[in-house]
Nanobody
Framework: VQLQASGGGLVQPGGSLRLSCAAS????????MSWFRQAPGKEREFVVG????????RSADSVKGRFTISRDNAKKMVFLQMNGLKSEDTAVYYC???????????????????WGQGTLVTVSS
């Protein structure tokens, strides 16, 4: 499975962006899809993730109520809708795919099998 993230860019504080992650290669069967981010000088951190079908999404406290993850299996795509963006959301955003993760492992980047190349989101006036 190859993952291609896109949709990043420059946005003003309070604005919105929608990131996309397209999967290709082997059949898109990963039951866990998540987004992580990495700001300059910081470690990669979990943003939001979910298991499909039927799993509930889990979000980092810093983005709860502002970021939403969704998935379109027919198109083999995962999306991250980001609203109410803040300067501290500035980072490179990565999509990741994994299988068989339990809920408590969603936030562990080491548990994921596939990663996209990242897309830069800059929140600035």
């Amino acid at each position: 499975v190859q993952l291609q993230a896109s949709g990043g860019g420059l946005v003003q504080p309070g604005g919105s962006l929608r990131l996309s992650c397209a999967a290709s290669g082997r059949t898109f069967r990963s039951d866990v899809m998540s987004w992580f981010r990495q700001a300059p000088g910081k470690e990669r951190e979990f943003v939001v993730g979910s298991r499909w079908p039927g799993g509930s999404a889990r979000s980092a406290d810093s983005v709860k109520g502002r970021f939403t993850i969704s998935r379109d299996n027919a198109k083999k795509m995962v999306f991250l809708q980001m609203n109410g963006l803040k300067s501290e959301d500035t980072a490179v955003y990565y999509c990741a795919a994994g299988s068989g993760l339990i809920t408590s492992s969603l936030m562990d980047p080491g548990k994921y099998d596939y990663w996209g190349q990242g897309t830069l989101v800059t929140v600035s006036s």
